[in-house]
């Protein structure tokens, strides 16, 4: 099997080829150093691939629908809706070439996710259409190890088996109905014994009705809601400084059902979006699910625990055992280019939150059993400018607020500043917010972007972002900044594509002195060249990446990583290879790239240490309804005998994977 992977990657060198989505590129592109956690990965490329799947109809979509496009922003959206109003439904999607706002990289990006139909008949259809006419959909996804961790052995703390498993089932009526039930299943957790005497560790499903007169949606199970800038709601996915750059700031209303195998970032209840005028809207929702926590001698909870994982004896004493109830509403009012909202939020736990706040940066920890937060939000959007805002409060009179301004120079330049204060005091349980530090709380910042598109193929964009945080920090212990700086460039010419993109990243940290900050400074480069052609597609890049620090004891960390692979898509197969090697001097200068992952997943791991990554993966469609994908993924390590540690050690210096996963719609 090795012998067969090293053929393929010498091959893929030969050759210099990979095959992935222009979304697929787009999200490698704004997902820059691990700026995101893996839930955040999976939450946003869940919601892309459902939405690619559905696809949507520009000629009847409504703002809202196509805001659900990350990429865009709400003057392409204006754009698009005003091109259709005045010149009538798109007999094709290159007619979107005649908007001066959408610029070739985006164009593409939108043919993976419109299409020109007919406009649907009004009103929601009758039962007899909907299961005559309605889309079902049967996924199954298995990952075998080829290997054991300590926890899998004999003496092991993991009872369960060592496979990870999902499936899912989804049905479909236009944009009318959709339902949804997923059940998983991790690496170590009993199935069919212990706590799950029921099958899987998690079920999760929804059912979605949109179109019921003023109800334009309605869920009821599992979803996810996004309000103004996110400093009160956000428990989807919010997008880092790459993207916004792109999008120019816009804000993120949003009610949508929780699609993903992820046991955190949902509401479990019900939620509508009612149409009240054309001018004024409503999301309504209440929320009560259970979720794990550690436990203080009392009964209180000392901290809330999110990785979702049930594999040992101490992990299921802790499963589900508290409970959240949450309610609160959404209101919106749009008047031409200005729209006004509202969001308030009430959270109450059925024990009290009681952190040990014996170090300082614990001290502003949340604690309690009840939070409340309300805000105010604003949108004016009057070419050039865009700004939009969101200012929040919580019980204890604590402010958070954000503001974005966007300025259209030219049809070539985009500009972009962002600011956005959070008060250590403040906290929201679902805020999730633009940030440096990945939390909506104890930071105030200023952000510049530009973005320059010269000529046809050439897009150049570039930021800085300086962060203040007032309290100390995990690993901090006093007040510090963080100054963050990209620039990137690439250039399509014929089947070519060149990238570069180049982050200095400079953090303050506790230094060896105890009394002096150290200034962490991060150098990380890319570079990459694509090429497309005859069923073939290619990708190589180059990364690299310095970390050191200004203390007494000074230390330098650097490392760098090769990409190549190679995929060839044609008929019923689609084959696709990749290959990695990576060489650096720890973790501080680890390195982060994206790997073709099987369907409702998604890979994108951290490099570190000496090594090898290798991958195959096939996709054979028998019949247009019918698909098999299998995957295997070597990593050979040169430096170590033994892989991560605990329970999850692997004793070996390489660990292989298999994947296999069906799909079958009806």
């Known amino acids: 099997m090795r012998v067969l992977f090293i053929l393929v990657i010498l091959l893929s060198l030969a050759l210099n080829v990979n095959a992935e989505t222009e979304w697929e590129k787009w999200l490698d592109g704004i997902m820059l150093d691990g700026d995101y956690s893996e839930d955040t990965h999976e939450e946003l490329y869940e919601n892309l691939l459902e939405l690619q799947r559905n696809g949507i109809n520009v000629n009847s979509a409504t703002r809202e629908e196509l805001l659900a496009l990350p990429f865009l922003s709400e003057q392409q959206v204006m754009d698009i809706l005003e091109y259709i109003h005045f010149h009538g439904a798109l007999k094709s999607i290159n007619e979107l070439m005649s908007i001066e706002s959408i610029d070739y990289s985006t164009r593409q990006l939108l043919h993976e996710f419109l299409y020109a139909g007919d406009k649907p008949e009004k009103g929601f259809p009758s039962l007899k259409n909907i299961m005559t006419w309605g889309k079902n959909e049967l ?312 973005r320059w598109q010269p000529k046809y193929g050439i897009d150049i964009q570039a930021y800085t972002d300086l962060a203040y945080f007032a309290w100390p920090r995990y690993g901090v212990s006093q007040s510090s900044y963080a100054i963050d700086n990209v620039v990137s460039a690439s250039y399509k010419t014929g089947k070519w594509l060149l990238s570069g993109k180049y982050r200095l990243h400079l953090r303050q940290k506790d230094s060896n002195l105890g009394y002096v900050l150290s200034w962490q400074t991060e150098h990380r480069l890319r570079i990459g060249a694509e090429w497309t052609g005859g069923g073939w597609t290619s990708r190589s890049q180059l990364d690299f990446t310095s970390v050191s620090y200004t203390s007494e004891s000074s230390s330098l960390s650097q490392g760098f990583m090769i990409t190549e692979n190679i995929g060839y898509d044609k008929g019923k197969w689609q084959i696709f290879a990749g290959g990695k090697y990576f060489n650096t001097d720890g973790y501080d200068s680890r390195l982060y790239s994206y790997e073709r992952a099987m369907p409702h997943t998604f890979s994108f791991p951290a490099y570190y240490g000496h090594g090898i990554r290798y991958s195959l993966t096939a996709v054979w469609s028998p019949s247009p309804t019918l698909q098999f994908n299998a995957k295997a993924g070597i990593t050979d390590y040169f430096d170590r005998s033994t892989i991560s540690s605990g329970q999850q050690q692997i004793n070996a210096s390489s660990a292989c994977d298999i994947e296999v996963g069906m799909r079958w719609r009806w």
């Open 139 to 450: 996924s199954l996804y298995t990952k075998i190890p080829t290997y054991k961790r300590v926890g899998d052995a004999s003496n092991g703390d993991y009872i369960g088996y060592p496979y990870k498993f999902w499936a899912r089932y989804s049905f479909s009526y236009a944009k009318n109905v959709r339902i949804g039930i997923v059940a998983s299943q991790d690496p170590g957790e009993p199935f069919f014994s212990q706590s799950n005497k029921y099958g899987f560790d998690q079920y999760s499903g929804f059912i979605q009705l949109n179109g019921l007169g003023p109800i334009e949606s309605l869920i009821v199970g599992r979803y996810s809601i996004a309000a103004g800038m996110g400093l009160v709601m956000n428990n989807s996915f919010s997008l880092g400084k790459t993207a916004m750059l792109q999008d120019l700031g816009r804000q993120r209303n949003a009610l949508r059902p929780h699609t993903s195998a992820s046991e955190n970032g949902y509401m479990q209840g019900a939620a509508a979006t009612i149409r009240l005028s054309d001018a004024i809207r409503i999301t309504p929702f209440f929320s009560y699910r259970k979720t794990d926590a550690t436990l203080n001698i009392d009964g209180s909870i000392s901290s809330l625990i999110y990785t979702g994982y049930h594999r040992t004896i101490s992990e299921l004493n802790k499963k589900n055992n508290t409970s959240l109830t949450a309610s609160g509403i959404n209101a919106r009012w749009n008047h031409k280019d200005f729209s006004l909202g509202a969001t308030a939020v009430f959270t109450h736990f059925n024990r009290p939150l009681n952190p040990n706040k014996s170090a300082v940066y614990k001290q502003i920890y949340p604690e309690g059993s009840n939070f409340f937060n309300a805000s105010l939000n604003y949108s004016w959007l009057h070419y050039p400018f865009s700004v939009n805002g969101e200012t929040a409060i919580n019980a204890n009179g604590a402010i958070a607020t954000m503001n974005t301004l966007g300025w259209h120079i030219s049809q070539y330049v985009e500009m972009l500043g962002i600011y956005r204060f959070y008060s250590f005091n403040y906290y929201s349980l679902y805020a999730n917010a633009f940030s440096e530090g990945g939390k909506t709380q104890n930071e105030s910042g200023l952000y510049l972007g530009m």
